[in-house]
């Protein structure tokens, strides 16, 4: 009654909403900046069983926006460093840490012993992933996206509401769009969008009115401006998830994106002849790349400017991690610019390498 009382005084929730906030159980997929919030929000609310599932492990350029963490976790799984910190916050509920990569293969099983899936993952194909396991087994998904200062809230497969994939049909191809280790997010908007995602969550298991079904909450964290878009349910997305049950679990787990997209390592380089460099990033982006044989084209000039490249040489496109450097590789090969490649670790390890001497 004390922990809760906050809770329980108001009217709208009171001593039954929250005996049933601690009947609950809600897996969240990802404990990274989203994730980070969103346990911490409903630990403290009192769900009664969360799951926790992440194979990755802290680094230092987490702290800025993975709150949850501190120092002493780096290099420790994210889902057991999480489980620590949170079962001081609250010691009474129940937590399942799972340091694994979700894949078809056990997304099913998992899913299954919990009532609301969060997605706090950071690429398309896990995304798409946990849509098609919750639609499979008709779970809510409370969804959350980021970008630089964006960011966007949804809640899928809830009450015959739409899908994953009514709001996007098809994944983008790999390497189109940069996450936030190329291209940067602000710290706060992490914990913003975070909250947002624990109170649908906490608005779905009290059954308030007005959870974020059909729509797609849109927060500018810079101009403090919002936009809700509408969402339709797509038949035929869903009967598409239906249809692959019986072979769900042998799927690729990256099919939704892969690609044929050639990477090598910086040691690859070296092996190579007539090598040139070509830094997509944008102008302002650092550290800057200060090395013999290298152009600069920002990956949204790159068609205007493909007269640039050789088709002679053993074209190296460099991106800050390796991400965007694919989709430059795949225009100038729709362009008819074949040996290129795409340098896998980005800029930071060609500099490590070289010394800035190549």
């Known amino acids: 009654m004390e922990r809760y009382n906050r809770h329980i005084i108001l009217s709208e929730v009171g001593q039954e909403g929250q005996e049933k906030l601690l009947k609950a159980k809600v897996l969240v997929v990802g404990a990274g900046g989203l994730g980070c919030p969103v346990l911490q929000y409903l630990t403290a609310a009192g769900i009664g069983t969360i799951g926790i599932i992440d194979f990755d492990v802290i680094e230092e350029s987490n702290l800025q926006r993975q709150v949850l963490f501190g120092t002493s976790s780096i290099g420790k799984n994210k889902a057991i460093a999480a489980k620590e910190r949170l079962k001081d916050l609250n010691p009474t509920i129940t937590i399942n840490d799972y340091p694994e990569k979700l894949t078809p293969r056990n997304a099913l099983s998992l899913f299954e012993n919990y009532d609301i899936i969060v997605d706090g993952t950071d690429n398309f194909s896990t995304r798409y992933l946990i849509n098609d396991a919750a639609v499979l087994i008709k779970k809510p998904v409370v969804y959350a996206a980021i970008y630089k200062f964006e960011g966007q ?49 906490i608005k779905i298991i009290l059954a308030f009115k007005g959870v974020l079904s059909g729509k797609l909450f849109c927060y500018n964290a810079k101009t403090s401006q919002t936009t809700t878009i509408k969402i339709k349910r797509i038949e035929s997305e869903f009967e598409k998830v239906l249809n692959q049950k019986t072979k769900f679990k042998e799927l690729d787990e990256n099919i939704s994106c892969k690609t044929l997209i050639q990477e090598v390592t910086v040691e690859d380089v070296l092996e190579k002849n007539q090598v040139m460099f070509i830094d997509i990033r944008k102008l302002h982006e650092q550290p800057e790349l200060n090395v013999p044989n290298c152009v600069q084209i920002p990956l949204d000039e790159l068609k205007n400017n493909l007269s640039e490249i050789n088709p002679n040489n053993t074209n190296i496109f460099v991106c800050q991690r390796g991400i965007r450097s694919k989709e430059a590789v795949r225009i100038a090969q729709e362009h008819g610019i074949a040996n290129c490649y795409s340098l896998k670790g980005g800029i930071s390890e060609l500099i490590q390498l070289f010394k800035i001497k190549i």
């Open 153 to 201: 809230v949804s809640v899928f497969n809830y009450q015959n509401g739409p899908s994953y994939r009514c709001l996007f049909p098809n994944p983008p191809k790999e390497g189109s769009i940069a996450n936030c280790s190329e291209v940067g997010v602000l710290g706060v908007l992490t914990g913003i969008i975070g909250s947002m995602q624990a109170n649908e969550v």
